[in-house]
């Protein structure tokens, strides 16, 4: 027959049972550690042909206007060409101005009366021979054909176009003697003042282009390869195509106007690296830059002997198609996460996937 425990038993195993329970009395039970994530593994490898991009860009002017007159009229006369280089301020194009005369000329016969009037009832008010409303409504009456008048002057002035900038002639849109009014344009015209190439750059590119390290362009127009003509960074659109998603990027062509650069023609857009530490470049898959860091781009680095992947602020060069070129922050041969960097967290071990 069993016996039960001793109260001196039962204070011996206590501790020993609580021992393996966790604060709410329930059995600890010892938990594995977590599974490695399979991840894409790649070698960050020395680059040197990364100091070098070229794009596919096309000539533009700084900005292209449809020129029209403010007034209605016949058009007497057009002084330019297609393909004519002007100066701002040269006489573009002229309307009939005759009737634009006869208004001006009533309305300073007009204006002429109304200040006479207004002098006469000043006069007379001063005497007292008329009240005080007479001396005003002759005076309201001389200011709005003061105003007349120079609305008159105005129209007449603009029965003459003149080129509101250096403008290349592109188009002549109506032919002479033709009735034109505001809505039509008359010529199409470039401002040459500066002579642009824009080239598109694809939306997983964008990003790191704006947060590319310093750089040098040059455009070798596709009719001209020998030549080269230094560029400066302008712009970046901020709204992508609606077809191709890509961003449009533009430079300006340094230097004087070339007259070989011909707004529609295309480019080679060479762009190059700055500094003396091209030899330095490592290259990295697209996929594996992180751009959720406060810091800026970032990598996702394998400890070779944890497995362990930790963040590391990088300094991003110039894109290719499907790789990027890291300036500084990584050496070549260190092991990185090429694929999925989004959904890592610092300490996380990884395994290298099999295909």
Known sequence: MTRPPSAAAALVLLPLLLAGCDEGGAPLVERAPAPPVTVRVVEAAAASALDQRSFVGRIEARRTVDLTFQVAGELLAMTVIEGDTVAQGT????LDPTDFELALERAEAELALARADYQRSRDLFQRGAVPEARRDQDFAAFRLADVARDRAARDLERTRMSAPFDALIARRLTDEHSYVTSENPVLRVHDVTEMRVVISVPEDLVTLVRGAGSFTAEARLTAAPDVAFPLTLREFAAEADGVAQSYDVSFAIEGPLDPRVLPGMTAA???AVNGDGRERLVEVPLGAIDTNGADGFRVWVIDPASSEVQPRVVTLGLPGDTTAAVLSGLEPGERI?????????????VTPASF
């Open 337 to 349: 996460v090429a694929a999925g960097v989004a959904k890592l967290s610092p300490g996380q071990r």
């Open 269 to 271: 857009v060479i762009v």
């Open 91 to 94: 006489l573009l194009a002229a």
